[in-house]
């Protein structure tokens, strides 16, 4: 992205994140200048080896094959700032939205979850109804929250309590998760329920809140176990109806080849952020399609990340939904130009490049200082 004035710091920008999210910190690789110059200022002049910002996928590739040793989310990430900024940059040059890039809109709008809006309430079905009925009336119609908490214990949130690195859940917190998503489908019969376990649990006990939620039909059960081994996730996906989602861990193809190819969630949540731009979750979404797995971004990073995702959406065959993460209609007005505030869907951004257009103004208010140097 460039800021309003084209200029580029020394170093890379830090803003702070949006009032939702008071401790997170945003960091921006800006740039600006013709796609055809190898000085784009910044990020560009130390990254690219001197091709054009039109060789998107050499430039990817020079970059993952040159960090072999190193691959993981770090690298991911730092490649997903640069791809980002060449796709951005193209779709200036060409005066169209990236998601034309892309191949054109096959979506009109997007639709969205709503995350973790049920806020500070009891544990209770009576609580969730009542509040469902709330964000209903607000026009959601699908919604995430993990209302596991920390529990089993998470080693460091609440030193008084006994260490317990089992992943094992106990009867009441079965009892209670039941209970608040009994309370959500009372309060939305066609509402979508979207369960977050964030890789908390070992397969029995995830097997168990699985078989204890089945009756409400949620839309999906994410991450009920980690990641790091393929056939505990088969085996947790055999064992119920409701469709497991999960991907946002897994940061390239390969990482996600043997998910798709053996079927173990039926959602896949990949994030462009983490995945290496929108040069790899184009093919991440494509390799799921094969095997009819819906795409579901993973979406908690940010209005650039938002963007991103905004326009693969757009562009994508097997999309599903997409989560509303932090979004905040204000911020999003300033930096997209307009926004249609929606608890359903989200519209395509229409305007050039990835839509996103920082004043220096706006830099100025909301840099902070991250140390870096």
Same mark, same amino acid.
């Given at each position: 992205?460039?800021?309003? &004035? $084209?200029?580029?710091? +020394?170093?890379?920008? %830090?803003?702070? !994140?949006? *009032?939702?999210?008071?401790?997170? #910190? ?11 110059? &190898? $000085?784009?200022?910044? +990020?560009?002049?130390? %990254?690219?080896? !001197?091709? *054009?910002?039109?060789?998107?996928? #050499? ?12 691959? $993981? ?191 173990a969630f039926r959602i896949f949540q990949p994030d462009v952020s983490r995945a290496g731009g929108i040069t790899e979750f184009r093919k991440l979404a494509a390799l799921a399609e094969t095997h009819f797995i819906p795409v579901a971004p993973h979406n908690p990073n940010g209005p650039v990340c938002l963007a991103a995702h905004l326009h693969l959406s757009t562009a994508m065959s097997n999309f599903v939904i997409l989560e509303e993460g932090g979004a905040d209609p204000a911020l999003n007005r300033e930096l997209f ?37």
């Amino acid at each position: 992205m460039a800021s309003e &004035s $084209g200029d580029v710091p +020394d170093r890379c920008t %830090t803003l702070a !994140g949006p *009032s939702s999210f008071p401790t997170t #910190r945003w960091t921006l690789v800006l740039a600006a200048g013709d796609p055809n110059s &190898s $000085g784009r200022r910044a +990020d560009s002049r130390a %990254t690219n080896g !001197g091709h *054009s910002a039109w060789d998107i996928e #050499r430039i990817w590739h020079t970059i993952y094959r040159g960090r072999n040793a190193m691959h $993981g989310s770090a690298v991911q990430s730092a490649i997903f700032y640069i791809d980002i900024a060449l796709w951005d940059i193209v779709g200036q040059k060409w005066n169209v939205p990236v998601y034309k890039l892309l191949g054109g809109k096959i979506n009109d709008k997007i639709k969205i979850y709503t995350s973790y809006r049920w806020g500070n309430i009891p544990r209770t079905a009576d609580a969730y109804r009542r509040r469902t009925k709330e964000l209903v009336a607000e026009g959601a119609i699908a919604g995430k929250w993990d209302p596991f908490f920390d529990e089993p214990y998470t080693p460091g949130v609440r030193p008084e309590e006994r260490l317990d690195f089992s992943r094992q859940a106990t009867l009441k917190t079965i009892h209670e998760v039941t209970e608040m998503v009994r309370g959500v489908r009372e309060g939305g019969p066609e509402f979508e329920i979207c369960v977050e376990a964030h890789a908390k649990f070992n397969v029995a006990s995830a097997v168990r809140i699985a078989k204890a939620i089945e009756p409400y039909n949620p839309m999906f059960y994410e991450e009920p176990v980690p990641p790091e081994n393929v056939d505990a996730m088969i085996e947790v996906q055999r064992a119920t109806s409701i469709p497991i989602a999960a991907g946002e861990r897994l940061k390239s193809r390969l990482e996600a080849r043997e998910y798709i190819e053996r079927d173990a969630f039926r959602i896949f949540q990949p994030d462009v952020s983490r995945a290496g731009g929108i040069t790899e979750f184009r093919k991440l979404a494509a390799l799921a399609e094969t095997h009819f797995i819906p795409v579901a971004p993973h979406n908690p990073n940010g209005p650039v990340c938002l963007a991103a995702h905004l326009h693969l959406s757009t562009a994508m065959s097997n999309f599903v939904i997409l989560e509303e993460g932090g979004a905040d209609p204000a911020l999003n007005r300033e930096l997209f130009g307009s926004w249609r505030d929606s608890r359903a869907y989200f519209l395509p951004p229409e305007s050039p490049g990835l839509g996103i257009r920082l004043s220096d103004a706006f830099v100025r208010e909301h840099r902070v200082d991250a140390g870096l140097s």
